[in-house]
């Protein structure tokens, strides 16, 4: 037979963060999808880039301007 699990192993588990958290400010680290524009080499076609990019409070307001 298996360890029998107590509530409060269950809820001690859930109540952990297990994100990554910023240096600087403290808060927790959002992986966000960051979608550029630029134009192709050949051509008048545009191509989008997608990257993930992690952001925080010291670091949103980079993104949206």
Do not use: T
């Not at 001690?12 to 979608?35: M, N, T, W």
Request: with cysteine.
């Amino acid at each position: 037979m298996g360890k029998g699990k107590s509530f409060a192993d269950k809820l001690a588990k859930a109540s952990q963060d297990y994100s990554r958290h910023c240096k600087e400010c403290g808060e927790s680290i959002q992986p966000v999808l960051f979608v550029s524009s630029e134009k192709s080499g050949k051509g008048d076609a545009w191509r989008f880039n997608q990257r993930f990019v992690g952001v925080c409070k010291c670091n949103e307001n980079d993104l949206k301007g």
